[in-house]
């Protein structure tokens, strides 16, 4: 009997409604869209605005346009896993109420946070329930609703930052397909670079720390993008060597967008032509944990049956990655 292997084989995605410019930016904080778009890639990013609604409103969408497109039966999904940095709330599962709100009766769900790395580490994880036989069908959403801890006085990260979420439907394959290999890391010595300090349980929030602005995402680029460029790249050209991959069997690259000058790095270390990179930051931005799939959710009608692709990630933790994919589908 041949190996049982992970594949995704449906996606779904959804951005909010409200484009935030560049030329808009200029009007909030001391920035102009020529610094913005040469040091960032970015021209514009997706902010949900509606009053109440938090990540499990993206988390929901996405599944939704995935299963419309997909015509699944969402009594049918075993495992619900909602990547994020970002949950509703405190001690409640975004995964749960994700799971309830799309049908998903059948279904046990919980949260997974890594960071900007919470979406690759949950394909690992989503690869191993099927690899082991237990579970048929795993819905894995990416969503992040970064605008509710991103100060808009900060041009250092207002600018960066996104709303959305993306999903894919992993299930067994019996042609080799899907996830081949991964090559996960983390060093806890990045989280002082990237942080939001206050508001989780070490530093309770309080009138004065409020006041001050130290619940909001704070990060000290420079080191952030020195650590991306080295370890996405370098594990990227691992994972590639010790499969035997050159340039030429790559078909894509989905690199988490946070600045398009990292994902250049990244595709130049691996010698990858510019047409075979996957990019969408110039409409999204970076939204941390849902920036993979909706590379996925953007580019599917271009995958092939068969398709080689290397993901990675690099993340707050510091935490990041790479993992090589065999598509399983022509749309
Ligand atoms: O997904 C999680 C991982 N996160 C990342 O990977 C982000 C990694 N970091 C970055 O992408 C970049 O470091 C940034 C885009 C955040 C910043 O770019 P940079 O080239 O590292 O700029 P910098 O912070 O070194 O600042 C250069 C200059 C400074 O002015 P001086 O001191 O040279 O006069 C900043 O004050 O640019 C200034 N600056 C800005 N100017 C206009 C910083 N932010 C802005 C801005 N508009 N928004």
Redesign the pocket.
């Known amino acids: 009997m041949s190996k049982i292997t992970a594949a995704i084989t449906a996606v779904g995605g959804y951005v909010p409604e409200y484009v935030l410019t560049n030329k808009i930016l200029e009007t909030m ?4 869209d020529e ?2 778009t040469s ?2 890639g970015i021209k514009e990013r997706r902010i949900l605005k509606e009053e109440g609604k938090g990540t499990s409103f993206l988390a929901i969408k996405a599944a939704e346009d995935l299963i419309q497109k997909k015509g699944l039966d969402p009594k049918e999904i075993d495992l619900v896993i909602v990547c994020t940095a970002s949950p509703d709330m405190k001690a409640a599962s975004t995964a749960a109420y994700t799971a309830t709100e799309i049908g998903a009766v059948n279904a046990f769900s919980y949260d997974l946070e890594a ?2 790395s919470s979406f690759l580490f949950g394909m690992s994880t989503a690869t191993a329930y099927i690899e082991a036989g237990r579970y048929k069908k795993i819905l894995l959403i990416g969503a992040d609703k970064n605008s509710s801890f991103i100060n808009y006085k900060d ?2 990260t207002c ?2 930052f996104g709303d959305g979420a993306g999903a894919v439907l992993f299930e067994p394959n019996e042609e080799g397909l899907g996830l081949q290999d991964e090559l996960l890391r983390s060093n806890g010595e990045g989280r002082e670079f ?1 942080q939001a300090t206050y508001g989780g349980s070490s530093y309770p929030i309080t009138k004065d720390t409020f006041n001050e602005g130290k619940h909001y995402v704070f ?1 000290d ?2 080191t ?2 020195k650590n ?1 460029v080295f370890n996405m790249a370098d594990v990227s050209e691992r994972i590639m060597k010790r499969n035997n991959l050159t340039n030429d069997d790559i078909a894509w690259l989905a690199a ?1 967008q ?2 398009k ?2 994902i250049d790095a990244t595709a130049n270390r691996i010698e990858l032509e510019e047409d075979k990179v996957m990019i969408n930051i110039q409409r999204y931005g ?1 939204t ?1 944990s849902a920036t993979l799939p909706l590379l996925l959710f953007d580019y599917e009608s271009q995958l092939k049956k068969g398709d080689k692709i290397i993901f990675a990630a ?3 933790g510091f935490t990041w990655g790479s993992i090589y994919l065999k598509w399983a589908y022509n749309s």
């Open positions: 904080v001391e920035t102009n610094w913005i040091r960032t960071a900007c041009r250092a600018i960066i990237l990060q680029g420079k952030v993008f991306a988490h946070a600045n000058r990292i970076n941390t690099f993340g707050g």
